[in-house]
Every structure is written in structure tokens, then in C-alpha cells.
């Protein structure tokens, strides 16, 4: 989930394994939520999103869930690659058009 | 296309001392904006500009000013740096304020420490 201290939730998956990344959203009345990848040393990377008025969207090999009675999303990588090893974090976009980001979860790839 | 860059890559300033992160991008973008991220928290706006000759604040601009006298190029400039704005900033550009955030790059960030 998403860290409020100063050392980002670490996932450690092994390759080929599914992974499972949660966020905890903190305004009901969002309504647009984003899944970003920022790999070290770049600038965060759209992944997916998703609208309120959905509980699940799939991209490729990706796919993000909403469950906005916890005010809870989660995005699932299937097939875990080296390459998907990096920090996750979501965003959520109020009716305001503020957008908050978390601080995200550290995916580490097992070889 | 080289997308969104930013220079330089890493910075050190000594409290006081004033610099300017370079922000620029080559893909006609209108929109621009600036972001700092710190440990423990997330992206934070700072100042955005909706196309040449216009900004506005973000959520966290005191401290920084910004310019667009170009629609390439958007500066963020620090006056008198403070230890606070330490942090890893990144610019991101999209082609309007409504494109959808799956069209908005980010640059590969300038990291600052004010000592």
C-alpha cells in the first residue's frame, strides 16, 4: 500500500509471478484514478487508468481495480519481467480537477 | 523527438543562492508544469502554464517563479534557495490542459540540494 513515512512498502515478486500493487485513496468524491510506473532516475510513466463509474479496466498485461466502498484500487502486473521492476504509485483526480498522488510501493523482480 | 528535458541533472546551492531548472520540450505542447517530489509524500504541483505568456500556481509555489515566454521552453527559477526546497523535480508537458494524463510526459527530473 502507500507509505506515509519516509521508506516506500517494498513487493518482492519472483519473475514470471503475478503482482499485486494496492492504494488506499483517501476523497470519496474522486472520480478518475491513475496508475503510474517511475523507474529510477526517470520521471513517472502513465500506465492505466480508470474512471469512477468503473470497478475494473484491463490494458495489457495490466489491469486495474476500483472499490470505492474501502476507497481502494489496485493494479495487477501478470507475468512479472525484469523490466517491470520500479516504483508504482496512483493518483487520484478529484471533481476539482486536483490531481494527488501517493508515495508509492518499490516492485522488485526476483530473476 | 527528444521528448521533455531537463537540466542540469543534478544541482547543489547553498542557502540564498538563487538558480533556474531548465525545462523544455520539442512535441508543440501548450501545457506545462512543474512538480517537486520529496520522500514520504507524492508528486506536488508547483506552477503550470496553459501556453506562452500564462501561469498559474499549483499547489505549492511559494518559492518559485516561473516564465513561458516561449511555447518550448518553461523555466522554474529558485530566487533564494532554502534547505526545504530540497528535492527531485520534474517538468511534464501535454499537448492542451484537457489532454488526458495518458498524453502528459514527464522529464527525467533535476535532483537539488540546498545546503
Known amino acids: 500500500g502507500e507509505s506515509v513515512g519516509l521508506h516506500l512498502p517494498t513487493l518482492s515478486v519472483q519473475e514470471g509471478d503475478n503482482s499485486i500493487i494496492n492504494c488506499a485513496y483517501s476523497?470519496?468524491?474522486?472520480?478518475?484514478f491513475i496508475w503510474y510506473k517511475q523507474e529510477s532516475g526517470k520521471g513517472p510513466q502513465f500506465i492505466i487508468d480508470?474512471?469512477?463509474?468503473?470497478d475494473k479496466r484491463q490494458g495489457q498485461r495490466v489491469t486495474v481495480l476500483l472499490n470505492k466502498t474501502v476507497k481502494h484500487l489496485s493494479l495487477q502486473i501478470a507475468a512479472t519481467q525484469p523490466g517491470d521492476s520500479a516504483v508504482y504509485f496512483c493518483?487520484?483526480?478529484?471533481?476539482?480537477?486536483?490531481?494527488?498522488f501517493g508515495t508509492g510501493t518499490r516492485l522488485t523482480i526476483i530473476p | 523527438n527528444a521528448g521533455v528535458t531537463q537540466t542540469p541533472k543534478f544541482q547543489v546551492l547553498k542557502t540564498g543562492q538563487s538558480m533556474t531548472l531548465q525545462c523544455a520540450q520539442d512535441?508543440?505542447?501548450?501545457?506545462m508544469s512543474w512538480y517537486r517530489q520529496d520522500p514520504g509524500m507524492g508528486l506536488r504541483l508547483i506552477h503550470y502554464?496553459?501556453?506562452?505568456?500564462?501561469?498559474d500556481q499549483g499547489e505549492v509555489p511559494n518559492g518559485y517563479n516561473v516564465s513561458r515566454s516561449t511555447t518550448e521552453d518553461f523555466p522554474l527559477r529558485l530566487l533564494s534557495a532554502a534547505p526545504s526546497q530540497t528535492s527531485v523535480y520534474f517538468c511534464?508537458?501535454?499537448?492542451?490542459?484537457?489532454?488526458?494524463?495518458?498524453?502528459?510526459?514527464f522529464g527525467p527530473g533535476t535532483r537539488l540540494t540546498v545546503l
Open positions: 511534464a508537458s501535454s499537448y492542451d490542459r484537457l489532454a488526458g494524463y495518458n498524453e502528459q510526459f
Open positions: 476523497n470519496s468524491a474522486s472520480d478518475y
Open positions: 480508470i474512471r469512477s463509474n468503473m
Open positions: 493518483a487520484e483526480n478529484d471533481p476539482n480537477e486536483k490531481l494527488t
Open positions: 512535441m508543440n505542447h501548450e501545457y
Open positions: 502554464s496553459v501556453g506562452a505568456g500564462i501561469t
